[in-house]
């Protein structure tokens, strides 16, 4: 434990955690066993972490958010599993970030992740960076969000889905096949309703980028082929930009289908 943290004298740490410099750990805190915190995180009260986890600097963790306890898969039977964060994320109320269940498994979380309250990370699930979930955002086991991907309020993806880089999902959306990179996916159950212009926009993407996916967009959904026609089409007539072969690459690896 670090001598240069400021911990308050109600929080509770494990002799085997390891608290980074600058760290500030508030009122009823309690931080078990395996649990690497990096530098100049912010535990304000109540936080419960959990290891084996190994999280990065400068996280903020906000009032009863529980992140790092054991998989709520009932096949768990106890065996060491992992929690990996990044840096600079925020962890809003009541968050829950789970490990992963089977042994030496993980789930791991990127930089700079904004999650707000209620919102659910389940176990062996991989999140990318700069992602938001929204209030009651949940994600079921095995699930891969996309670097800048937006998990909207209410919103609920099924175990073993992805949603692609800079994709959106509606609030109170129901998520059970994949979503692709650049899209906006809303409903009950989810459907693809365009691709998330603004998010192209805010991000700076050329208008050759944004040109060569609407395109995909239009060989994708409009065109009437099935997915392996249009993944051909799209590799012969299209660009092979970064965001054409991050696109095609994602819709070519889909094992539980597309969200049409």
Known sequence: MSTQASIHPTAIIHPTASIGAGCEIGPFCVIGAHVELGENCWLQNQVTLMGPSKIGRNNKFFAFCSIGQQ????????????LQVGEGNTFREF??????????????IGDKGNFLAYSHVAHDCT???????????????HVEVGDHAIISGLTAVHQFCRVGSFAITGGCSKIVQDVPPYTIADGNPAKIRGLNKVA???????????????????????SKLNLHQALERMEAELPQIPEI??????LGASTRGITL
């Open 71 to 82: 998989t709520q898969d009932l096949k768990y039977a106890g065996e060491p599993t992992h």
């Open 95 to 108: 968050v829950t970030v789970n490990r992963g269940t089977a042994p030496g498994s993980s789930t791991r």
């Open 127 to 141: 999140v990318g960076s700069s992602v938001i979930f929204s209030n009651n955002g949940t994600i079921a086991g």
């Open 200 to 222: 192209m926009e805010r991000h700076g993407f050329s208008q050759e980028a944004q040109q060569a996916l609407k395109d995909a967009y239009k060989i994708l959904y409009r």
């Open 245 to 250: 072969r991050s696109f095609v690459a994602f």
